[in-house]
T-cell receptor, first 116, second 115 residues
């Protein structure tokens, strides 16, 4: 069975601080995809990144960076110099080939609050 | 621009009513999904469909059914709405799965309240 754990229910930081959102996953599949989605107050989930299980290179996109470590089954997300507009709920998700129902297995989300 | 559209942002229904939640995508995607989002529980998969007239149960299908008569439209049906179905419902679509582009695109959500 697949499982995604986001242990941080809520994080609150002051603007311009760096913040890391943790994601730990479980799967027996050797081929899988990991995702991060952002859900702003408007409700629509916005795709941020997809990483497949064979690509452990870290990725940086502007103030966002992702650290994928298969050895610890983690796919953490860091926002550098946070801004108020980063306030949202962030979901980590896992997609595998044969884990029962198709579709994404989501973590429970981390509510990130950036205070001005 | 890719788009998944859910017919209603907010909906209030009475217990026992039959409720239809509609979702339309304009990306010609094969796969469509219905999720339910509840505080502290994250997103949970209700049903998905990988082709017209095909449907598969997700993790929490009880109390729900779905219909996919056309590729672009995926409907979620609550046969007899109950208060424990008060929730945010999210529709998503994605291209063919593993080995190809696998990211899902989401609609804006329908917040359903059953009274």
């Amino acid at each position: 069975a697949q499982k995604v754990t986001q242990a941080q229910t809520e994080i609150s930081v002051v603007e311009k601080e760096d913040v890391t959102l943790d994601c730990v996953y479980e799967t027996r599949d050797t081929t899988y995809y990991l995702f991060w989605y952002k859900q702003p107050p408007s409700g629509e989930l916005v795709f941020l990144i997809r990483r497949n299980s064979f690509d452990e290179q870290n990725e940086i996109s502007g103030r966002y960076s992702w650290n994928f470590q298969k050895s610890t089954s983690s796919f953490n997300f860091t926002i550098t110099a946070s801004q108020v507009v980063d306030s949202a709920v962030y979901f980590c998700a896992l997609l595998t080939r044969g884990g029962g129902a198709d579709g994404l297995t989501f973590g429970k989300g981390t509510h990130l609050i950036i205070q001005p | 621009d890719v788009k998944v559209t859910q017919s209603s942002r907010y909906l209030v229904k009475r217990t026992g009513e039959k409720v239809f939640l509609e979702c339309v995508q304009d990306m010609d995607h094969e796969n469509m999904f219905w999720y339910r989002q509840d505080p502290g529980l994250g997103l949970r998969l209700i049903y998905f469909s990988y082709d017209v007239k095909m449907k598969e149960k997700g993790d929490i299908p009880e109390g729900y059914s779905v219909s996919r008569e056309k590729k672009e439209r995926f409907s979620l049906i609550l046969e007899s709405a109950s208060t424990n179905q008060t929730s945010m419902y999210l529709c998503a679509s994605s291209p063919d799965g593993m080995g190809k582009r696998s990211e899902a695109f989401f609609g804006q959500g329908t917040r359903l309240t059953v009274v």
